[in-house]
């Protein structure tokens, strides 16, 4: 069984910083992709950025530049470094895990993303 444990977020003011941290554990397979998603109140989903196994990154329009993604492969470990936080990344943000060898194209739909993670909140005052 996979098991995602999300930790970091919080609080911040407008232009600070937070990173968030998931650890998997479970998985035995050297190949995947890992993604992190976040839901505000009234909006939909969205796929903020993933990394596969291979170093692979991808990012949402709105954090390009402002957000990295990054891991620990061995150890299974992902951290997502937010920085320049604005009121509008204020959201839940979920760790995601799928055994895809690479990240899909529609990785942001949350395809291919088999475990979820339960959540952990980030709020960012103006």
């Known amino acids: 069984e996979v098991r995602l444990a999300e930790s970091g977020g919080g609080s911040a003011q407008s232009g600070g910083s937070l990173t968030l941290s998931c650890a998997v554990s479970?998985?035995?397979?050297?190949?995947?992709?890992m993604g992190w998603f976040r839901q505000s109140p009234g909006r939909a989903r969205e796929g903020v950025a993933a990394?596969?196994?291979?170093?692979?990154?991808k990012y949402a329009d709105s954090v390009k530049d402002r957000f990295t993604i990054s891991q620990d492969s061995v150890a299974k470990t992902f951290w997502l470094q937010m920085n320049e936080l604005q009121p509008e990344d204020s959201a839940t943000y979920y760790c995601?895990?799928?055994?895809?060898?690479?990240?899909?194209?529609?990785?942001?739909?949350?395809?291919?993303?088999?475990?979820w993670g339960k959540g952990i909140l980030v709020s960012v005052s103006s």
């Open positions: 479970g998985y035995r397979y050297d190949t995947y992709c």
């Open positions: 995601t895990f799928g055994a895809d060898d690479y990240c899909p194209n529609n990785w942001f739909l949350g395809h291919g993303m088999d475990d």
């Open positions: 990394i596969d196994s291979y170093g692979n990154t």
